[in-house]
């Protein structure tokens, strides 16, 4: 039996009288009939998906079971491809096993090319090539020893020739001897004779030089009083010519500062000339403008004159020739009276043009005045234009000065800024250089060591060969860097502290003149003189 509610009444709240609860009651079979029908989609989808899971599992297991057939074309076709995969993989796996042995045969190639390339540089060193050099300068040494050696036994062959023929020599001299004893009697009675002439030749000759040098003496004093005369006189004149010279310079002196008053005087007396002449030369022209003009109205005048004179003298002269005197008296009389007017007009001329130039003087001094005045009044209002200008000139460079002290104390900080970064840079730089210095540091021990190394075993050898090793033990002696200065106790270098030559080569340590002009150069000299070159030595 099963209970069920009905859910069409729904009762609200507890009134009174309300209705009481419906309730169906089903039995167990139409239960699971209403139950079935609800949930049918849902197990028919998991019916499907089971059905599904079952036939993939069947089929999963179908083709792992076929899939170890080979009697199958599938079965075949596998079979094939991993006997082709077997194959492949054999052969790659050779392949590579040749690859491998290939590889291996150019790293020993590559090994054996680094280790001649490395000894080819190693021999092509310059302390090698000493290293070398020496060794060859050893085997010279052997070589030479053992010339001397036959040197030695070729003089003894040689010596004992030679005694035999000194003995032979000997004997052959003391004959010679016999006979050149015999000769030097015979010439030295001869060499006595003579004598004797000589010696009486130099008797002679003694008493003529004697007589010749009491000649000589004789002249000898006479030129010397001579030259005391000569040279008293020279002493005079000396003399003479010193006090001329001391009247000459005095008068000199005096003669200059008399030139020099009157040089004064004559520019004081220049410049008052020069003055007048200008007030003179402008007086003049104005009066010389006004005698032209006038000059020019006098010549204009007595033209006029001359032609009125010569047309009624020529009328006259028509009229007759009887009266010819008085007309001549009548016409120097005008003559006359004309001059005494043109006289009189030229006075009152000149007396109008004195009036006129002191009336010009008097203008020219009140303008002169007036000016002074207006300039004194310019120059007040300029003076105060100025001390306007001035301020404001002042002001804006009081702008300027901050405005320059901004920008240079900006310019400041960024240069401390750039100096700081520079700074750091160098610092970082300079770390990399020594990093850089410990590392090739570490690579020249490296190569010392491996040429000590060959070097003692070069040297063991031609000392077991019985030849000198002094020069090789000098070369190996020698710090690397190639320089002919001291040892590095730090680094072990040996550097170079001489110049070198235009051409790069290294000055040798002994004096000669490539030194001497090195030291030339560097030594302090006379500032005009160029130096050529400069370098260090040591």
Request: hydrophobic content about 35%.
């Amino acid at each position: 039996m099963a209970m069920v509610q009905d859910l069409s009444v729904v009762g609200h709240g507890r009134r009174a009288g309300a209705p009481k609860e419906r309730v169906l009651v089903l039995t167990q079979n139409e239960f699971d009939r209403l139950e079935s029908g609800i949930t049918r989609r849902e197990r028919e989808e998991e019916q499907r998906v089971a059905a599904a899971q079952a036939k993939r599992a069947a089929f999963q297991k179908s083709k792992e079971i076929s899939s170890k057939w080979e009697n199958t074309i599938s079965g075949q076709r596998k079979a094939k491809l991993a006997a082709k995969k077997a194959r492949e993989e054999e052969e790659e796996r050779i392949k590579q096993l040749k690859d491998i042995e290939e590889e291996e045969y150019r790293a020993a190639e590559r090994r054996r090319v680094i280790e001649d390339a490395k000894k080819k540089i190693f021999n092509e060193s310059d302390r090698v090539k000493d290293f070398h050099g020496a060794l060859s300068f050893t085997e010279c040494l052997k070589e030479r020893e053992i010339q001397i050696e036959h040197k030695k036994r070729y003089d003894e062959i040689m010596a004992s020739r030679d005694r035999n023929w000194h003995l032979k020599a000997e004997r052959d001299l003391e004959q010679a001897a016999q006979l050149e004893a015999q000769r030097n009697l015979e010439r030295l009675d001869k060499n006595h004779q003579a004598k004797r002439s000589l010696l009486d030749q130099i008797v002679s000759k003694k008493l003529v030089k004697e007589s010749e040098d009491q000649l000589w003496i004789a002249e000898g004093k006479e030129l010397a009083e001579q030259a005391e005369e000569h040279k008293e006189k020279l002493s005079l004149e000396k003399e003479k010519l010193l006090i001329r010279k001391k009247e000459f310079q005095e008068g000199l002196t005096t003669h200059l500062e008399i030139k020099k008053q009157l040089t004064k005087e004559e520019e004081a007396a220049a410049a008052r000339e020069e003055q007048k002449r200008n007030i003179y030369g402008a007086t003049k022209d104005k009066i010389a403008k006004m005698r032209a003009t006038r000059l020019l109205e006098l010549r204009k005048e007595s033209q006029h004159a001359r032609s009125r004179m010569a047309e009624k003298l020529a009328a006259e002269y028509k009229e007759g020739e009887d009266n010819i005197e008085e007309r001549i008296e009548a016409a120097r009389l005008e003559k006359e009276a004309k001059a005494a007017k043109r006289e009189k007009e030229e006075a009152n001329q000149r007396k109008a043009r004195i009036n006129s130039i002191d009336k010009h003087r008097e203008v020219q001094l009140q303008v002169d005045k007036i000016a002074s005045e207006i300039q004194a009044k310019e120059s007040v209002e300029e003076r105060v234009r100025l001390q306007t200008l001035d301020s404001e000139f002042q002001k804006h460079e009081k702008e300027k000065f901050a405005t320059r002290r901004s920008i240079k104390t900006k310019v400041a900080a960024e240069n401390l800024s750039k100096f700081e970064a520079n700074r750091a840079a160098r610092e970082a730089k300079e770390a990399k250089e020594t990093e850089f210095e410990k590392v090739d540091a570490q690579k020249y021990k490296k190569e010392e060591g491996t040429f000590q190394e060959y070097a003692d075993k070069v040297i063991s050898a031609a000392e077991k060969a019985g030849r000198n090793t002094y020069p090789l033990k000098v070369i190996r002696a020698r710090g690397p860097g190639g320089g002919r200065g001291p040892i590095d106790p730090i680094t072990g270098m040996r550097p170079s502290y001489l110049a070198a030559t235009a051409d790069a080569r290294q000055l040798p340590a002994y004096r000669n003149p490539e030194t001497l002009e090195i030291r030339k150069n560097l030594e302090p000299g006379v500032a005009s003189v160029g130096k050529q070159r400069l370098g260090f030595t040591w």
